[in-house]
C-alpha cells in the first residue's frame, strides 16, 4: 500500500449544488456556509477544486487520500427526507472523484436505515462515518447499532468525526474546533470503551483528532474508572489532523506507534511537513503505510 491520509475534505460539484439548493442551515448562498448555531462560514473554492487538490496530493507524496462528508456541517442529523438528497449528492459526488481519491461513506444518525447505507457502501466506499455526537453514550450505540452490525458484517472500519457545534456563534471563530469538537471525540472514545467494544467485539475504528487527547487519560481511568486494565485495542486507531510533535509523541507512548494514522483534515488543515513527527522513518511508515492498511483492510 501507498502513502495514505485517512482524513480529507474534499466538496464535489454536486454537494455544492445540493447544499446551494437549501434555504435553512445547513446551506450554501455561493460559497458562504450557514450552519445552524454557528457563525456564516467563507469558504475558498479553490479548496474543492479536484485538479489543485490531486496536484496538492502529490506534492504531499500521498497515493491515496480518503475524503469523508464534513460530519460539522450536520446532515447526518437531518430528518431523512431532507439529509437522504444531501447524502446522494455527497456519495455521487464522492464516487467519482478520480485518483488518488477514496471516500468515507455517511449516513443518517437520526433516522437510520442500514439497508440504504449498505447500498451505498456497494458503491466502493472504504467504510463509514459517523458524528461523534451520535456515538457518545449508550443510546447513541443502541440507535446506530445496526449501521455498526453492517460494518462488522462486511469487514469495514467505521471513522468518527466530530459532528455539529451548535452555540458558538457568540464566541471566536476557533472555538467550535478548539472545545465542543475535541470534548465530543473526548467522550466518544470512552464511549467505544464503555458501550461500542462489549457490543462490537471486531469493529475496526478510527477517531478523529486523536480521539481529542483522551488516550492521555489513562492513568485517570485506572484510579477512576471501572476498575479494569487499561489495555490496548489492536483494533482501534487514532488519526492526527491538527497536531504535531508533542500530542503525537504523547499519544504513541499512551497507545504505542501500532495505533496512530496521519490525518490532514484539508484543507482546513495541512498534512504534516514531517510525517513521522520527529519519532523518525519507522514511525513515518507506520502512520502513513502500514497502519492504515491494518484500518482499512484488518491485515498486516
Not at 460559497?31 to 506534492?59: K, Q
Amino acid at each position: 500500500m501507498t502513502n495514505v491520509d485517512v482524513h480529507q475534505h474534499l466538496w464535489s460539484p454536486s454537494l455544492v449544488a445540493a447544499l446551494r439548493s437549501r434555504r435553512e442551515p445547513p446551506f450554501l448562498d455561493g460559497w458562504t456556509l450557514f450552519l445552524d448555531g454557528e457563525p456564516p462560514y467563507e469558504i475558498s473554492p479553490a479548496d474543492h477544486d479536484v485538479t489543485r487538490r490531486t496536484e496538492l496530493a502529490a506534492a504531499d507524496g500521498l497515493g491515496r487520500v480518503l475524503v469523508s462528508l464534513s460530519a460539522p456541517i450536520g446532515v447526518e442529523w437531518l430528518p431523512s427526507a431532507e439529509a437522504r438528497p444531501l447524502l446522494d449528492a455527497y456519495h455521487e459526488g464522492a464516487a467519482a472523484l478520480p485518483e488518488p481519491f477514496g471516500a468515507w461513506a455517511a449516513a443518517c444518525v437520526r433516522d437510520i436505515d442500514a439497508s440504504v447505507t449498505a447500498d451505498d457502501l456497494d458503491r466502493g466506499f472504504v467504510g463509514l462515518q459517523l458524528p461523534a455526537n451520535a456515538l457518545a453514550d449508550a443510546t447513541g450505540y443502541a440507535r446506530c447499532a445496526p449501521l455498526l452490525d453492517l460494518l462488522e458484517e462486511r469487514d469495514l472500519p467505521l471513522f468518527v468525526h466530530p459532528g455539529p457545534a451548535p452555540g458558538g456563534s457568540e464566541g471566536p471563530g476557533w472555538w467550535p474546533a478548539m472545545v465542543p469538537y475535541v470534548q465530543q471525540m473526548h467522550a466518544a472514545w470512552f464511549a467505544f470503551r464503555a458501550f461500542g467494544r462489549p457490543r462490537h467485539p471486531r469493529l475496526r475504528v478510527c477517531f478523529a483528532l486523536l480521539a481529542g487527547l483522551a488516550p492521555l487519560h489513562g492513568e485517570r481511568f485506572a484510579a477512576r474508572g471501572d476498575g479494569s486494565v487499561v489495555g490496548v485495542d489492536p483494533d482501534v486507531f487514532v488519526e492526527t489532523s491538527s497536531y504535531g510533535p508533542t500530542a503525537v509523541d504523547a499519544v504513541v507512548r499512551a497507545l504505542g506507534v501500532d495505533a496512530v494514522v496521519q490525518g490532514s483534515d484539508r484543507p482546513y488543515a495541512q498534512p504534516p511537513r514531517h510525517p513521522g513527527f520527529g519519532l523518525g522513518g519507522a514511525a513515518a511508515y507506520a502512520f502513513r503505510i502500514a497502519n492504515p492498511r491494518r484500518l482499512l483492510t484488518g491485515k498486516d
